[in-house]
């Protein structure tokens, strides 16, 4: 099978790849989801009428004519505070009030605290109130039944505070992808191993990490020998779980000992495509299994793996919850291409906000090692074709589901 451009692989993934279901969940845990319907106010914001700020509420009415040389004097006749309102002893009058607090009948305005001057048992009015002057109308933010957010939204803080002032309890949500982390190797161990020849698993984490830092619960399974059965019985395990997408490394370019297409063939899968014109990452692979579930085989170089996790499986959950794919930002930097200056360069950096903003590339751009990593911040993507330099392009190492 040929290997395909880039941008073409990332459309292949982005046509494979089905909308997630939508669940309910409760506001208090919808951080870092996707609304999946719109939603609406269930309460006006403010639920009431109440004062802006502490001071006294009057009837505006009552000061038109106050001024330094003829203040207006009022009775202080009750006062209302946050979660009650006033019971007023007579009326009209002032009444005490709190930031927050209820505005009663008959009064209309509310004068700040330090504005007015307070005389035993009144307060002296020294210049005129306007009518609702520092009063919060109900409704005023939101009314019950408006639109207050979207289909696609993130959900961050601040939409949970938002969302819980306009008395919503809970969130249509796009399910987020159930995804199994599976690395393949005879030589791999996790943390501690044992023999002389024995390579430490570093894919397992480092991808499992980026989902979870992505929003996502991924499961990490042990690590799969090179032998096709072994994997086949590997994956099978794997999609006893039903996930939604499976994410394996190593076992895929063309050694005798890299079993994964042999696998995902002997599993009946489709291979979408096997391949990429990129460098890090060439060898990907991408497919979708009988039952629907997604399967990306990422190279065993861990920076290729980081590559094609950051970009490809990015981009399938990406899909997967309905958002659009990610744009990047524009930078101008004088780096080499490909080897034959055809396909895409993704090489390692770091991007300085500035000012002015500027991005430096890793001296050591090899697909092996990842002491680099520790000092970077971000990917650059630089496509080169038959119609020449599209330019690079700069994305944050931290994949995100917000807006853009």
Same mark, same amino acid.
């Given at each position: ?20 279901? +939508? ?12 609304? !999946? ?18 001071? $006294? ?12 040389? #003829? ?31 209820? +505005? ?6 509310? %004068? ?7 005389? !035993? ?49 809970? +969130? ?22 044992? !023999?002389? $020849?024995?390579?430490?698993? #570093? ?5 499992? &990490? ?29 999609? &006893?779980?039903?996930?939604?997408? +499976? ?40 497919? #979708? ?5 997604? $399967? ?7 920076? &290729? ?53 500027? %991005? ?17 911040? #971000? ?26």
């Amino acid at each position: 099978m040929n290997r395909i451009d880039f941008p073409a692989a990332l459309t292949c993934i982005e046509t494979v790849a089905l909308r997630m279901p +939508i669940e309910p969940v409760a506001i208090d845990a919808a951080l870092g989801r996707i609304i !999946g319907a719109d939603v609406v106010a269930q309460a006006d914001y403010p639920r009431f009428d109440c004062s802006a700020m502490d001071g $006294y509420a009057v009837v505006a009415g009552e000061a038109i004519n106050a001024s330094l040389e #003829s203040p207006v004097r009022l009775d202080v006749v009750g006062e209302s505070r946050a979660g009650a309102a006033a019971s007023l002893a007579s009326a009209p009058g002032a009444c005490a009030i709190s930031t927050g607090a209820p +505005i009663i009948p008959p009064f209309d305005a509310v %004068v700040a605290k330090e504005r007015v001057v307070r005389d !035993g048992p009144a307060i002296l009015l020294t210049e005129p109130v306007g009518l609702g002057r520092n009063i919060r109308r109900r409704g005023e933010d939101a009314r019950q039944g408006d639109l207050v957010a979207v289909r696609g939204k993130l959900v961050t803080p601040e939409v949970i505070g938002a969302l819980c002032c306009f008395g919503v309890p809970e +969130i249509d949500a796009i399910r987020l992808p159930r995804v199994v982390v599976l690395t393949t190797g005879d030589e791999l161990r996790r943390a501690r191993g044992e !023999g002389e $020849y024995f390579v430490h698993d #570093s894919n397992g984490p480092m991808i499992a &990490a980026m989902m979870r830092q992505a929003g996502l619960g991924p499961q990490l399974v042990t690590p799969a020998p090179d032998d096709r059965g072994a994997l086949v019985t590997s994956i099978e395990q794997a999609l &006893a779980a039903a996930p939604d997408l +499976i994410v394996s490394t190593g076992g895929i370019s063309v050694g005798d000992h890299d079993q994964v297409p042999a696998a995902l063939q002997a599993l009946g899968a489709t291979i979408h495509f096997r391949g990429v014109a990129m460098r890090p990452g060439k060898p990907v692979l991408f497919a #979708s299994l009988p039952n629907g579930c997604l $399967y990306f085989g990422l190279p065993g170089n861990p920076v &290729a793996a980081a590559v094609g996790a950051r970009f490809f499986v990015i981009a399938a959950i990406r899909a997967m919850l309905g958002l659009q794919r990610e744009r990047g930002w524009t930078v101008a930097i004088d780096a080499p291409g490909g080897p034959d200056n055809v396909g895409t360069r993704i090489l390692k950096a770091r991007w300085h906000p500035g000012p002015p903003p500027a %991005v430096t590339l890793a001296a050591d751009q090899r697909s092996h090692t990842m002491r680099p990593l520790l000092d970077c911040n #971000s990917w650059v993507v630089r496509s080169i074709g038959p119609d020449g330099d599209a330019g690079w392009t700069c994305f944050a190492m931290t994949p995100s589901f917000a807006e853009g």
